[in-house]
């Protein structure tokens, strides 16, 4: 293992007094426990927003808090999700007296864990909803899952729930509109490698030199199927029959496209990848309204990608174009 750390075990708290002292600007860290607050939480009025989940699947979701999308995330360490504490002070930090949305992805540390945060914030008298995101079409469940997992739809659910909240909207419709974008955009990923845990010092599955993982988790687990090694273009292909069956996606529909790298992909290679995906919606008649190239939902070190389709209208289009400045996603400021 070859890694720019020191410690195995100090590497999440490491990382985060790095990510603070880099855009103390824009947020601040707490450490006892462990949270990543908007600088200037809680804004009196709006809907507070927060998500969590381990740590490795950087930048989310500590580089989406700022203004315009996430006031909190509950960092975790590599791939063990945040505890109760940490979500519930999180939840306190960012109420504004208006409630607080809570935006889980769906595998079941985070569930039960943001579910008995939610709980004991109800019994301090602040409101929380909470919407799961179940986005991934790849498999029904998983080892770390029941039912599908959440993945890529969690970056589009904290924008446009961010949007939303800096516009006013109250917390019940914050809510319903993470429910849609749930409902309306679908993920699939697959890997070229593993990727390594700090703490464990070794990949955690084998790939060989000529297969691929189509349908891989961002925790490495299993997919649809170990497959022989193939062009970018028949990658692509599998990945975007498999969502645009699932939804289903039609003709004439207009979609917000998030081609994301796992973590160990060059951008040269995502964006032969997403020129691939655009040609291939283009095929079906469907259009790429806004789009996203980048690492946004890593791996750790995993080589590979993921494809997330968010069916849109004028009201998601506009909540996506409002103003964000995080320090992963800035635009309109």
């Not at 075990?9 to 860290?29: C, N, P, T, Y």
């Not at 904290?158 to 800096?166: H, N, R, S, T």
């Not at 995906?277 to 190239?293: F, K, N």
Request: hydrophobic share 45%; glycine share 12%.
């Amino acid at each position: 293992m070859k890694k720019l750390i020191n410690d195995p075990q100090d590497v999440m708290r490491e990382s985060l007094a790095g990510f603070a002292a880099a855009h103390a600007d824009i947020l601040k860290v707490s450490f006892d426990p462990v949270y990543v607050v908007r600088a200037d939480a809680p804004v009196t009025g709006q809907v507070g927003i927060i998500s969590g989940g381990g740590s490795g699947h950087e930048p989310l979701h500590g580089g989406f808090v700022g203004k315009g999308m996430l006031d909190a995330a509950c960092p975790g360490q590599v791939f063990t999700s945040p505890s109760p504490d940490q979500m519930e002070a999180a939840t306190a930090a960012v109420n504004g007296g208006a409630g607080v949305l809570h935006i889980v992805k769906n595998y079941t540390g985070d569930v039960m864990n943001f579910e008995m945060a939610a709980e004991l914030c109800q019994a301090r008298g602040i409101e929380v909803q909470a919407v799961v995101i179940n986005d991934d079409v790849a498999v029904q469940d998983s080892l770390y899952t029941a039912g599908r997992r959440g993945v890529g739809a969690t970056v589009l659910a904290e924008k446009i729930c961010g949007a939303a909240a800096a516009r006013g909207y109250d917390l019940g419709r914050v809510a319903a509109l993470a429910g849609r974008v749930n409902a309306c955009a679908r993920s699939m990923g697959m890997a070229l490698s593993p990727c390594t845990v700090p703490a464990a010092g070794k990949p955690n599955f084998v790939l060989g030199d000529d297969e691929m993982e189509m349908g891989v988790g961002i925790h490495g687990e299993p997919g649809r199927r170990r497959m022989a090694l193939m062009p970018a273009a028949e990658s692509v292909a599998h990945m975007a029959e498999a969502i645009l069956a699932d939804l289903p996606f039609r003709a004439g529909d207009r979609v917000i496209a998030m081609l994301n790298g796992m973590g160990g992909t060059p951008l040269i290679e995502l964006y032969l990848v997403y020129g691939e995906l655009e040609q291939h919606l283009r095929s079906r008649q469907i259009t790429i309204a806004r789009r996203l190239v980048g690492n946004y939902i890593t791996s750790l070190d995993m080589a590979g990608c993921s494809i997330t389709l968010l069916q849109v209208d004028d009201e998601l289009l506009s909540l996506w174009d409002a103003p964000v400045l995080t320090p992963a996603l800035r635009w309109g400021i």
